[in-house]
Each structure stands twice: as C-alpha cells, then as structure tokens.
C-alpha cells in the first residue's frame, strides 16, 4: 500500500513539473533568426518570469500593436538593462527571435533605445541587420 501511494505521488509530481517548465519554455520562437523592430513603447513590465513589451510599430503592414516577451528581471539585468531605461512613449528598435509559426510577436533578444543605451545579447548578426533596417529607414 505504502508504495502505490508513494508511485502514484511521484507520477504526480513528475507531471506537474513537466507542465511548470513547458510553461517557461521559449520553443515557440526561432532563435536561428533575428528579426529588427522598431516602434513606440505601450507597455513595459520588467517581470518575472518574463518581460512583457507592447510596441505600436508603424511599416508596411500598417499600423499596429506587437505583442513581445523577453528574459527575466534579473537575466536583462546581467546583460545591461537597467531600471528606466524603457519607458510608455520612448521609441526603442528591439531584435527578437520570431515566432516559429509566422505572425507578428516574438521573443526580445536585445534593445537600443533612442538614446543609444543597450542591453541583450550582442552579435555581428544583431549588428547587420539594426544596419540593415537603418538603411531601409534612411538613418
């Protein structure tokens, strides 16, 4: 008796830990790639388990809200975020990682502000493609 119960208590945890980390994984976007985006902060909330960002970007496709989540507090913290850096109404270009399945959104890999203060991961592919996006805006 005293093993099924102990079986049948362990079967439990161990799917309950499966369904926590599927909640926190990223699986859903491609960090093969790096997409540029720029646009005007909505909301900004430097949150556990992760960041939440709402940019009303403006292109091609018209005008509209993208939806982004990025790293944790103390993750953006390590690669240089700080307190204020991002504010509603400051206009920021981010990379993210896209959505495997297509679709605006995606996960925040790094940011520039309009002041030039950064944080995130820095590579030479991040660094092509903020030029590549200058170049298609004029800058």
């Not at 980390?21 to 093969?32: C, E, P, R, Y």
């Not at 996960?107 to 502000?113: H, I, L, W």
Request: hydrophobic letters at 40%; proline letters at 3%.
């Amino acid at each position: 008796m005293k093993r099924t119960v102990l079986i049948a208590c362990t079967t439990a945890l161990l799917g309950f830990a499966a369904v926590a980390s599927a909640h926190h994984s990223a699986v859903q976007f491609d960090f093969t790639k790096q997409v540029p985006i720029t646009g005007v902060v909505k909301q900004f909330r430097a949150i556990n388990p992760h960041m939440q960002l709402t940019l009303q970007v403006t292109d091609a496709k018209g005008t509209r809200d993208v939806e982004l989540e990025g790293h944790s507090t103390n993750n953006m913290y390590r690669s240089g975020y700080r307190k204020g850096m991002i504010n509603a109404g400051d206009t920021i270009t981010v990379n993210v990682a896209p959505p495997r399945v297509g679709g605006d959104g995606g996960y925040v890999v790094s940011a520039t502000t309009a002041k030039g203060e950064f944080f995130g991961m820095k590579s030479s592919r991040l660094a092509d493609a903020a030029k590549v996006q200058a170049t298609a805006e004029g800058r």
